[in-house]
């Protein structure tokens, strides 16, 4: 189950990324290579939170940006599953696809 969403949150930061960088809403035009999502507690449990999400770029800059809803949505799939404590960092690497926490 984590897979299935862990996958799914990966086909969506990768284009929210894409996105953020063809738009200018990042503080580098280079490509986001990862993506970090802190967790937080809220009253239904511990959950990797889509806002601030750090978005690291190739050349080393790092933008804070939120994502939109389907990203949202897959990080509470994900969450439910794998039970994140809420100092977890979850850790996207959009380059070869690892997801690490």
């Known amino acids: 189950m984590a897979g299935r969403f862990g996958s799914r949150l990966l086909e969506s930061v990768r284009w ?15 490509p986001v290579t990862t993506v970090r999502f802190g967790a937080g507690t809220w009253e239904n ?13 190739a050349d080393g800059t790092v933008s804070a940006l939120d994502c939109g809803d389907k990203v949202a949505e897959h990080l509470a799939d994900l969450s439910a599953v794998t039970h994140p404590d809420s100092s977890d960092t979850l850790t996207l690497d959009l380059v070869t696809g690892r997801i690490t926490s």
């Open 16 to 30: 929210e990324a894409a996105l953020a960088v063809a738009s200018g809403d990042t503080w580098s035009r280079s």
């Open 45 to 57: 449990g511990v959950f990797y939170s889509e806002t601030s999400a750090e978005f690291v770029h």
